[in-house]
């Protein structure tokens, strides 16, 4: 078994395409093939199944894959050990964060990494949890800012940082808005504007309600939290924020109340694989955003 055997099985699993894995590991498609074949004969078994589509792993392929990320880690983490400087984290950091959290807490994170660490390589990426989570197992992503649970949580490390309330938001034209408290089934006539399903603030949401009781009737589904916003403004349905988003929006035309008769919260994690050895750097930015954000 060779080391860069492993690293075109990863590249293949990651783009589940054979062109692209040849072209980010900068060799000819037929080589990288050949090497994927030698490594699937020595294993005795297929790793990858091909067909017109693309590339995709077999379930051997899928049990696989996490043995060998941590094998590509660890050796990576070995080169950045010996080239380490006094202090210096100059390696790369990649964080993903869902949408209902990038613009709340990022920009502190970045400005503190920046300030505390000039050298280390920052990359972001916002999308929703299962992307995200997909990323994280694959080995194309470090860290992401999600809120449990989540499929495939069991293959990762939950860092807890804080409870963010979900509030409440109404116009503030509505009869019920400005009430500190408000019970889910008194907005039982009031449509609802929810994130699209695919985020997971509105399985949250529609969790919520049900459980209170409260059978929302949708009015509108939207992929950012800006228009969410901006059509409850306007008195199309009320919806739910979280806390750390309301300095953003407390400005506008908009009453924010917690859930009677306690209020509901969602957990933030920071979350990486259990099959992903953390550099140096790694570690340190880890370290950094549990004292930048850990209940903050």
Avoid: W
Wanted: charged letters at 25%; proline letters at 5%; a negative charge.
């Amino acid at each position: 078994m060779e080391f860069h055997q492993l690293r075109y099985f990863v590249e293949v699993a990651r783009q589940k395409n054979f062109s692209r894995a040849a072209e980010v590991c900068h060799v000819a498609q037929p080589s990288l093939s050949q090497q994927l074949k030698k490594l699937e004969v020595e294993l005795g078994q297929p790793l990858i199944r091909r067909d017109r589509q693309g590339a995709s792993l077999t379930e051997f392929g899928e049990s696989m894959l996490p043995q060998a990320l941590l094998i590509l880690s660890g050796a990576r983490n070995m080169q950045e050990e010996a080239n380490l400087g006094k202090g210096a984290f100059m390696g790369r950091v990649s964080v993903g964060a869902i949408p209902t959290v990038a613009p709340y807490l990022l920009p502190k994170l970045v400005l503190q990494t920046m300030q505390l660490y000039p050298t280390m390589e920052l990359t972001i990426k916002e999308s929703t949890t299962d992307e995200l989570v997909a990323q994280l197992r694959e080995g194309s992503l470090d860290f992401a800012l999600l809120s449990p649970a989540f499929e495939g949580d069991q293959e990762m490390v939950l860092d807890f940082l804080q409870e963010d309330e979900l509030l409440i938001v109404l116009p503030t034209a509505h009869e019920l808005a400005n009430k500190r408290l408000l019970k889910l089934r008194e907005l039982n006539d009031f449509p609802m504007v929810l994130m699209k399903d695919v985020h997971c603030l509105s399985r949250q949401s529609i969790s919520l309600c049900e459980a209170s009781g409260l059978k929302p009737r949708v009015a509108l589904e939207s992929a950012q939290m800006e228009t969410v916003v901006s059509m409850v403004e306007a008195g199309m349905g009320f919806s739910f924020v979280p806390k750390m988003a309301k300095r953003i929006f407390e400005h506008r035309d908009l009453s924010f109340s917690s859930v009677a008769p306690s209020p509901v919260t969602r957990r933030i994690c920071l979350v990486s694989s259990k099959y992903h050895s953390l550099s140096p750097t790694q570690k340190a930015f880890r370290q950094l955003v549990q004292d930048v954000l850990a209940n903050e």
